[in-house]
């Protein structure tokens, strides 16, 4: 399904997009099952964003990025714009103009599987984008490849309408129909997880609080007083 | 040609030289025809500057550093040095005090094809410096390079005397003679995007401004109200 | 040995840890004759941290962080946690939790050669990590390594009780024996550095402070105008 | 979904499994769009195998190979094993035992986005593997996984009951309502590159069997005798 | 310890070696509780090979192999010789001249974390080599390493007089100490792996032989006839 | 200098061309000053073919292969044709039908700083190939690159008309003007190294052979009984 444009892409729960972005991409990672995560080499191109938001795809040919043009036309406010590549590359086909336009159009940050170049200014611009290096390498606009249609980015399955959520500790995709349950596990998570840092602070160890002693003796684990002979 | 060091490098147009530092990496990548750059495993130490410069160049073997002793004595102000060496290495070849006496000689920056130590202390400097890697691996001094020979720089063709452009995005080289045409280029092109951006803000779409929609119809890009069946 | 924790890990000269601490990984690292630095790959997770302690090792399996929680128990005040894998996994098994369970302890600081999860809340604690990769990648307990072993860590041997020294150049270990001598010739060498910094900056050249010319033109280095036909 | 087998998986049109397998991956993988193919890290463990089958699909975690016995249960007669790990790992989770397990049960080979050990028993017993890589590294079984259930593996969507086909040149998945259709387009191709073979050895140019001149002069393509000045 | 030959290194256990050289690299790592293994970018220089033997160890620097030429006069028949780099090279540092010498003095062949060249020549000799890479890049004999002291190879601390055994599958270290203990339970694994061997290949199962069954079903493992919806 | 084919090549001395290909990449490397080689990720598809030859270069775009096609005119008998990338790509832009093509006009193999399919049809063919990668990804024919230009292929520069030499330990550029003394200096270091081989046969030691032992005292090396303390 290459040369398609897809222009009506569902849209996932607003509340769930909401809380999924106040909670990071670890929560909603684990909330999920450890599920949907991209390979680390998906970096911010700058520290310090976090966002959530309607993924719209779009699949573009290495050094190639017509597509993302092709794409913003379709984006809406609130989306994160995911570019997958048919090749590994590392070219950069997206800088500071696209940018601006996607900004226009209401576009909460994009995910590239390729290169990113006008690293300075989109820091300045405070626009958020993961990519998979910052290169200058610049790109054509030759072949046709398709927006909207399912895809596979860094190594993560992402299908329209999905949830996207990255952070500096990278990007995780929820399955729209999964959104609200992975948001309510998100929640609890955190709760607990808040409640178990005011132990942490306090020097409680987690070997106690979760409850590990028995399973690691069962296991075997042996305390010496010093290295074995 | 090795364990030679030329003295006179010839020096590129100044006004091209300073307006390729104001326009970046990036730009001036364009308008050379996609040509000239670096890989993008060549990062800044750290982020925020922009230099450009002569190119002043030193081969040196792996674990070894001894050509940019040498090197720093041909090092005129303006230069950025650009040090190539004869197989892949990340060691610590350059630091603080190299850095001191290159920004003594008046160099603009450094870029090496090996690693780089006293990260903390470069960004303290403000000396620019792009390198592969960041390592404290302890380089020797024993084995001849050369210096002002033409190098290949992390897969880019560096003769000396041609322009180096450095900044977040990267490092670009820019033949001596092409410099002033490649110049007035890059000024054109930097105005016509600062045109196409404020259409961009106003939510205009690049498939307009840059006429894509027919090219896009001839190819046969079809647009879906949704996924096809 | 496989299964088992030390309790008890002899303690470092005290005074040679403050002392390697304040002069870092570049300087440690030539002081022992450039030994023990792990790969270049180690990165701080934020940058500007400078710490050295006593290593408390643990031996983790790909995936699985339970050994880091075993080995919270036996972390002392001052001591750096170092994580080896037993095979190359850039999976998230350290984040914000463990991180206040070992600031509790006491620990300086944690060296991963795995990944490092909730990257910005770190560096908002300004807990000091350096890991091979950020990685939201969650991990589970379910198989036993061990505490206070002896390790490779990123390509270095680490003993418990060694002395660890990590900045933004990387991670450096200095066997626990060796440590008042590395220290005294750290200093040394820092004091030698102070006084050819000042050299530099007044323009001398390190072909001259170093006394190479005689050695370059016994290697038969040759000086010319330009290049050679 | 985790935790769980799905038992029944639909098979695609055998007709075209078998064009498939003697046309290769190369030419499958230009019929159906150059889509589908995993990363060329995909190698085989031993060269010149040529296999094509139904995809049963294996997610394992890193480091841990339980879901593989799990799923040598529900192989049959003319699959393909395709296994995908959640996070990137070389572990030797694939070996000797296993394949002959799934020789027994029929299987035509193993695809792993994992590690393959006992390399050279496997090329004695011409069973046909292709992995990531080769390692003698051991794995647990601990963790629940799931088979059956639509996996990235190696950069690639597989769905249980796609057609999987691998040779020297790789893995290519091909989905299976598309089988039929690529199949037949595959024969077309293979028709057609036999025919340009004949004139190719006959020293007939590609520019002109093929027609590119004119679209390589209205590029602007030009034509020296020698180097620009 | 740098500028050091040891000439005396202890010898393990004749039998031990030998019966481990039989057993190969994927046996001896798991009866030794998966560890020791190298990592898995060692790879034969040629496919075929299998070898144990005492372990002889050299210390070099990146591009240079000098202390290759200093091991050869200390290896003694049956030696294995470990060459570890001190920072990430793949120079070619070894090829058909010190095979010839290493052959010569009785070397059973070399494990090199560096690069490899002479690939042809080596294979043709069948002498066994192990390396990071194939390189024809030269090297120099400038700076003092070691022989015979512990040395971190490719991930794997190996100390003179342990037993390194190696084959396709790569390369692992067995502490001489263990040696006679690693090789009893290696025989005993292969014993088990020979009668379970025999059962798979009538078509039964991992499942039932290894028991599996209670402990997936405890786990929560669910077996469905299809997809959930 | 892109869009543009250049017509004549000069041509290297014949019998250079000769003895170069006897002698092989590494000595030939060797013999030019340890210059000249490309990466050592360039490897040949199959194992045991050895050429050199003219370089006839094509310099393409990322996923495309448009200009092997242009550059398939020009080659004449006993041609390399050397084919670099505008960016780093593994994308398969050569396969079996333009090795047939190029032997029928007389090439004598093809180095590719991107990737290759049809991996058995060339070895069953016996035509020579260096790739950076195997890979079946399909390339298109839409941008304009160059042929017969200077390029930079995986690390190397080469101008055309030099002479590359091939063979299982990689590929190395020998200067056209320097090819016939690199050829006797080759023939010189083989004819020394039979010499050398004669006497390492026998036992004798690099270290006397080569006279290292007073350099080796000089610097330092100390020869111990066992481990210091």
Known sequence: MTGVVVRRVPRPDA???????????????EAQGRAGLM????????????????????LCHPGDNWMIHVAAEVVEPGD????ACSSESTDGG????????????????????????DAAEL????????????????????????????VVCAGAQVVPGDVVVADDDGVVVVPRAAATRVAAAAEERARKEAATRARLEKGELGLDIYGMRAALAEKGLR???GPEA
Chains 1, 2, 3, 4, 5, 6 share one sequence.
Do not use: Q
């Open 15 to 29: 509340a769930a997009v909401a809380a999924l972005e106040r909670l990071g991409v670890a929560t909603a990672h």
């Open 39 to 58: 390979h680390p080499y998906m970096r911010p191109v700058w520290r310090g964003a976090r966002v959530a938001g309607r993924a719209v795809t779009a």
């Open 80 to 83: 994160v714009l995911v570019v």
């Open 94 to 117: 997206f800088g500071a103009l696209l940018a601006t336009s996607l900004r226009a159009r209401g576009a909460r940050g994009v995910v590239l599987d390729l290169g990113c170049r």
């Open 123 to 150: 820091a300045e611009m405070r626009f958020p984008v993961w990519s998979r290096a910052i290169s200058a390498k610049g790109t054509v606009k030759a072949s046709l490849g398709s927006v909207n249609v399912p």
């Open 223 to 225: 305390y010496l007083d």
